[in-house]
């Protein structure tokens, strides 16, 4: 396409593509000429630097961690470097120096075991405020259809109902995401329920069932808990088991009582602990309630927001809850 | 035909002709299936979900030990912190480069358009105008779509793990190439690195390289360095020796024959193998945002968490984007690598001399401007075409949910009742001695004591590792999406195979369904088809029937044309034109493409135990969620490892058999 003229033509076009460019730009923003307002030198008592905080991969958490690096970023002044990790690494990282803070932790006995108990990495940073609730729920068309179904006692009666390709004649219970310790198996044995576990892997799974089951009208039963942005949308009935008492499920093979109800906790690396960052100071009084967080992840996971505009609008309309964090 | 003297390749199997030994696995499907049923629910090995074995308990302690070990063993301190530092210098600066702001810089040190303008040359330059401009295209819509900084954080892992693995795999797929040896040696490693799943290796990596880069780095490197070092081997075998020993003979060096001879020969090959090498890191981008890597892998993770679909399908069509843009320019460079090194001269040295200078002009100016002007770095626009693209994409799956839901029910119930149910109680109930038994026979029928004997290893293995009864769970669903691959993969391989036009249409949907992060369809498909064993069935047969199609597709296009117009002219219609010729003469090809279905379906295996499917997927990632699984987990990845390896090699004994039948015809 090109003839022999272009070796000619080569500088030219060359020239005036080039000023063209030049002067397209001239009237553009330079880059830099206006990032020096960001980050000011807020001079407080003491430099926070960097803040190593995980974010495990579930919404309640998310709203946690946007909540405290919202503040510690803007009133605090720190550097907030978010990793996105699961619960496993996020312990990992206390040990390899590369993690400062968990903000919601759900019992874990294995992990406190290796990194507070055995190698001393870290260390529990109190109550998070949050009550979290494990169980097994139904849709509320179902409850509402056999109201006598939020008894695990009565649900004999009802397995027929569950059956699925899966569960092999039996009714099918879904359990969710392995990251939680379940005793399902051992339940349905001991509480002889004519119910098989399935097990489906992931929380995104289980929300697809029970959404589904609840639009279809289909029965569905499984493994769920609280606090979960999902119940917002879907308010799930809690299916009642055998009361939980102290120690009623420590053979984890004869168990037949329900989950214990957890205080989720803060765990800290103790390296963070012992630094005197400011940002130590946020975690180690950092406490809400279940609605708290549930607002802040509707605003996340139904409302779209980016976590700094969530944590904004949470931040602006709880004064007094941000102060106390903040003090001393 | 079935005298079998006239086989001139060294076989080791026993020479038994093709029809002989039909019979004689008739013969053995029927005692193992008479068996199986006759004996069922005896030995077969089955473990409670929470119970663990002395072997996993090992192995967990083994993790910890290192665990402990990690700060103060010098060998980390020393050799590991050092390649980690190296890794994560490299992917800063590339970082520093195209996607992050630094502390004195709020945006990286090139804008978009500097970026879109180094593509557009690099793409005309090394593969053709017509290329660049798709790819110019490509990168511009990644930024209307609103992702162009979690696309070049991407790209700029992705380019880190390719040149790494380019780095090492090269060289040593030379060595393998020139050394049977040592290929014989790596073969099984390689294996490994590319059948184990990802999450069994995250947290140790984690452990040993930390959070960070270089951590994303290696988790992609360990998956990305099979392929390029695979390649390179074909590559430098496939030169005729003759030609190496002419080069010697006439007073080279074996380094001068490799450098002058053998490597400029095998450039086409291994540029292939760049491609693949691409693919295959890209792939990973998702896994590697579980361990913090930023970019669209994060996007889909997070989307995920809140089960929205429209973000992540955003997210995922992005990274599909920027494979088809990669594929292609590789492609194209390859195809004018052949061009070139086939002699003949570029076409007008001169022309293209003035406008390479024209290009590199006008991208050093874009690069400038992307330096220094805030419109040419950070890309203009809200990104309202990923919003859009987000909104259609949400009310799609909704329509299909509340629409189709009685019809893929259905289908769930035909397909688990039907095959899936009656296999895997077969496979689950059956003593482990009679499916034992009949797979180690299998291999003596196929290539004699040799592959018997890498078959009993494996199940020795599968044994020890205490999850015998998962491994045929996982076996009977492998088995049923293999199926459903290979016929798709037929059918439409050889409609895609006949036709150019069709091919041309396909192609990019193919190349999506093998590079979209199956996290994108995992809620839509949940929602069609339940968390179910079904759901990861199909999971599988879109990520592995582009490649059998694709095979298959490439088998058809090379039958030569003689044979084809030859029967043409002896009258034969298109059904008979297929079934009779075309078919039977891509068999090499359609041989392999089960071999690959296979292999890929066993890739998806651990995305199957996130939708339901259960068996050894679902305990890799229980052992990657909780302490006390982790050896459990690791055991279950070696489990899934020695299915693949029995899997190939028996589909291999039977490709290479197809392959010395058809060459007997001859």
């Known amino acids: 396409m090109v003839s022999k003229g272009a070796k000619r033509r080569g500088p030219l076009l060359l020239l005036i593509v080039v000023t063209s460019l030049v002067l397209a730009a001239c009237g553009g923003t330079k880059v830099g000429s206006s990032n020096s307002a960001a980050p000011t030198t807020s001079t407080s008592a003491k430099a926070c630097g960097t803040f190593n905080l995980a974010v495990n991969p579930w919404v309640g958490y998310e709203a946690d961690a946007a909540v405290v690096a919202y503040i510690a970023q803007t009133k605090l002044g720190c550097t907030v470097v978010k990793k996105n990790l699961s619960e496993e690494i996020s312990w990992q990282g206390f040990s390899t120096g590369e993690v400062d803070a968990v903000l919601e932790n759900w019992g874990h006995a294995d992990l406190v075991k290796k990194y507070i108990t055995d190698q001393k990495v870290a260390q529990d940073a109190g109550p998070s405020g949050n009550k979290g609730v494990i169980g097994w729920y139904v849709p509320p068309f179902l409850a509402a259809a056999h109201p006598d179904i939020v008894d695990s006692k009565n649900l004999n009666k009802y397995a027929n109902l569950f059956k699925t390709s899966e569960s092999g004649g039996k009714g099918a219970f879904l359990d969710g995401d392995p990251s939680y310790v379940t005793n399902d198996e051992a339940l349905m044995k001991n509480l002889k329920l004519n119910f098989k576990v399935v097990y489906t892997g992931s929380e995104a799974a289980l929300i697809t069932a029970f959404r589904n089951g609840q639009t279809q009208k289909k029965p569905v039963i499984g493994y769920f808990y609280e606090p979960q942005w999902f119940l917002s949308e879907v308010a799930l009935k809690h299916v009642a088991l055998p009361a939980y008492t102290a120690g009623c499920d420590t053979d984890p093979k004869k168990v037949a009582c329900d989950y214990p109800p957890y205080e989720l906790n803060k765990v800290v690396s103790v390296k963070f602990a012992t630094s005197g960052s400011p940002a130590w100071n946020l975690v180690k009084n950092f406490s809400w309630t279940n609605d708290d967080q549930n607002l802040v992840a509707k605003y996340i996971a139904q409302d779209k927001m980016t976590d700094d505009q969530a944590a904004k609008k949470w931040v602006d309309a709880n004064p007094d809850k941000v102060k106390a964090w903040m003090a001393g | ?666």
């Open chain 2, 1 to 666: 035909m079935a005298n079998a003297t006239l086989v001139h390749e060294e076989i080791i199997a026993p020479r038994t002709p093709k029809s002989l030994l039909g019979a004689k696995f008739a013969v053995l499907g029927v005692i193992w299936l008479s068996s199986a049923l006759i004996l069922r629910g005896n030995s077969t090995l089955p473990l409670d979900r929470s119970s663990l074995t002395s072997v996993h308990t090992w192995l967990s302690g083994l993790s910890s030990a290192i665990d402990r070990n990690r700060n103060s063993n010098p060998f980390f301190v020393n050799t590991i912190d050092k390649i980690r530092s190296s890794i994560n210098t490299f992917v800063n600066l590339l970082q520093d480069a195209i996607s992050q702001g630094t502390a004195t810089r709020s945006v990286p040190q090139i804008g978009w358009l500097g970026v879109v303008a180094i593509i557009g040359l690099v793409v005309a330059l090394w593969a053709s105008i017509r290329v660049a401009i798709l790819a110019v295209a490509g990168f511009i819509t990644l930024g209307l779509l609103g992702l162009w900084q979690e696309s070049m954080d991407t790209l700029a892992l992705t380019l880190a793990a390719v040149v790494l693995s380019l780095l090492i795999g090269i060289p040593f797929g030379v060595l393998a190439g020139l050394f049977p040896k040592f290929e014989k040696l790596i073969t099984p490693v390689l294996d490994f690195a590319q059948v184990m799943p990802t999450f069994v290796y995250l947290t140790p990596v984690t452990l040993f390289f930390l959070i960070g880069p270089a951590s994303a780095t290696i988790v992609t490197l360990i998956y990305s360095i099979p392929p390029a070092l695979r390649i390179t081997a074909v590559a430098i075998r496939e030169v005729p020796w003759s030609t190496v020993e002419a080069s010697i003979s006439m007073g080279s060096t074996r380094w001068q024959a490799l450098r002058k001879v053998q490597l400029p020969q095998a450039k086409r090959t291994i540029v292939v193998g760049i491609n693949q090498t691409i693919m295959a890191a890209l792939s990973m981008v998702t896994i590697a945002a579980l361990i913090d890597a930023p970019g669209l892998g994060r996007v889909v993770v997070q989307a995920l968490e809140t089960l929205n679909v429209g973000r992540s399908f955003q997210a995922g069509l992005a990274i599909v984007i920027m494979a088809v843009v990669l594929d292609r320019s590789t492609t194209a460079a390859a195809a004018k690598v052949q061009i070139a090194t086939s002699h003949k001269k570029p076409v007008s040295r001169r022309v293209t001399r003035s406008t390479k200078w024209l290009g590199l002009a006008i991208t050093l100016v874009a690069i400038y401007l992307s330096n220094v002007y805030l419109w040419a770095s950070q890309f203009p626009g809200a990104g309202l075409l990923g919003i859009k693209v987000a909104a259609i994409a949400d009310s799609a799956t909704g329509w299909i949910q509340l629409h189709l839901v009685t019809v893929t029910n259905g289908l769930t119930n035909i397909f688990s009742y039907g095959l899936i149910n009656p296999i895997q109680s077969v496979l689950v109930d059956a003593p482990w001695y009679t499916t034992a038994a009949a797979l180690v026979l299998t291999g003596y029928l196929l290539k004699g004591t040799r592959l018997a004997a890498v078959v009993a290893i494996c199940i020795a293995i599968l044994l020890v590792s205490g999850l015998w009864s998962d491994s045929m769970v996982t076996l009977a669903a492998t088995l049923v999406a293999a199926l459903i691959t290979v016929v798709l993969g037929i059918a439409v391989g050889t409609w895609v195979g006949r036709s150019m036009r069709v091919d041309r249409i396909l192609r990019p949907i193919l190349d999506a369904g093998q590079v979209m992060p199956a996290f994108v369809y995992l809620v839509p498909f949940l929602g069609l088809f339940g968390a179910t064993r079904f759901t990861a069935i199909m999971a599988a047969v879109v990520y592995a029937s582009p490649a059998a199609i694709k095979l298959v597709a490439d088998g058809i296009r090379s039958v030569p044309e003689s044979i084809t117009e030859a029967a043409i002219s002896a009258g034969s219609n298109t059904w008979q034109l297929i079934t009779k010729v075309q078919l039977p003469s891509a068999r090499r090809a359609i041989a392999l493409a089960i071999n690959q279905g296979l292999i890929y379906v066993l890739a998806m295996v651990v995305v199957g135990g996130l939708v339901g499917a259960g068996g050894l997927g679902y305990l890799v990632v229980a052992g990657f969620a909780q302490e006390n699984l982790k050896g459990k987990g690791l055991a279950a990845g070696v489990a899934i490892v020695m299915l693949g390896i029995m899997i190939d090699r028996i589909t291999q004994a039977v490709a290479d058999r197809r392959d010395v039948h058809a060459k007997t015809i001859r």
